[in-house]
């Protein structure tokens, strides 16, 4: 039977299980760590040494000499340095609002998640800053990817893979393709990446063409897909999407492992002060007598930086 009354109650209990936001499928789309590796480190400023590839590049003679000597030859090294800052933010959680649906929800956990997110969300803008403000030189491909028919996208990366290469010694499976989501749907439309995926793998469609597969295609390490989205207006504002990763720039970069040591190439870091935030981040909370209200903070003591000459761990490419 129909309800007489027109009036309605909140179910607080069902709303628990509804959110406007999947925040743990949007922070799975950040690729800031995997872009500027974490390297967790007990001193919050220091310095690291650099081997110049001068040292290795240039032939050196080693023809003995008459008189029985050998020519003597020095290396040079060069010197990164990190000073971490502190990034934070909080919570406050009302111990009247956490009593009334204590048995609904955890306040704590509710508050959290946010600061969590807002802190990797930051993170993100601050790796994708760095990137873009990074000086490196700009190589446009030879035909926009858009023109499906005349695209060649598997030409313009591989011409990047063999410039890396060359510079810094390295293969092909040590790099890593940052590529906007707009970018990577272009390539996927794309005659020659079409042609390739019915010999490399029979029977995928080229527009289901995974990251990994088109890693192994171009037998890169991985391909990472920015997804990233923020809001970029301000509160009140009526919401407008907005990709963090510029779509149209991609680069290719030579990227360690997390936690891999300072003396392996990379072309960026998270440097990771441990004495205040062993992960990023860390979550904390303390009491408010003052508001009688228990404080939600998230924060982590980073130095998000390029490392190395500009141009040497990473190639940049545009789509136009």
Not at 239 to 259: D, F, P, R
Not at 292 to 310: C, F, M, N, P, Y
Request: aromatic share 10%; charged share 25%; proline share 4%.
């Amino acid at each position: 039977m129909r309800p007489e009354s027109t009036s309605a109650a909140p179910s607080w209990r069902l709303m628990q299980l509804v959110s406007e936001y999947d925040v743990d499928k949007a922070a799975a789309k950040f690729i800031g760590r995997k872009a500027a590796p974490i390297f967790k480190s007990d001193k919050k400023t220091g310095n690291y040494p650099i081997m110049n590839r001068e040292n290795f590049k240039k032939r050196a003679t080693d023809n003995r000499a008459p008189d029985g000597s050998y020519n003597r030859i020095t290396g040079d090294f060069g010197k990164g340095t990190f000073a971490c800052e502190e990034y934070g933010l909080e919570h406050r959680v009302d111990e009247a609002l956490k009593a009334e649906f204590a048995d609904e929800f955890d306040a704590y956990e509710w508050a959290a998640k946010q600061l969590w997110f807002q802190t990797l969300l930051n993170h993100e803008y601050r790796v994708h800053a760095m990137y873009s403000g990074g000086g490196f030189s700009n190589t446009n491909v030879d035909t926009a990817w858009s023109t499906t028919g005349s695209g060649v996208p598997l030409t313009d990366i591989q011409t990047g893979i063999d410039t890396i290469e060359d510079k810094c010694g390295c293969t092909s499976r040590e790099l890593s393709l940052i590529i906007p989501r707009a970018d990577f749907r272009e390539a996927m439309a794309t005659t020659q990446v079409v042609n390739k995926t019915l010999y490399t793998y029979p029977g995928v469609q080229p527009a289901s063409l995974t990251a990994a597969q088109f890693a192994n295609m171009l037998d890169l390490k991985e391909v990472l897909i920015a997804r990233g989205v923020q809001d970029s207006t301000e509160e009140g504002v009526a919401e407008t999407n907005a990709q963090i990763w510029t779509a149209g720039v991609m680069y290719l970069a030579l990227l360690c492992n997390e936690n891999a040591q300072l003396r392996e190439p990379s072309a960026a870091r998270t440097i990771l002060w441990t004495r205040r935030s062993a992960t990023l981040p860390i979550v904390e909370t303390y009491a408010e007598p003052k508001t009688d209200a228990e404080i939600v903070r998230v924060k982590a003591d980073t130095d998000e930086h390029l490392v190395g000459e500009t141009d040497l761990f990473v190639y940049k490419l545009t789509n136009t």
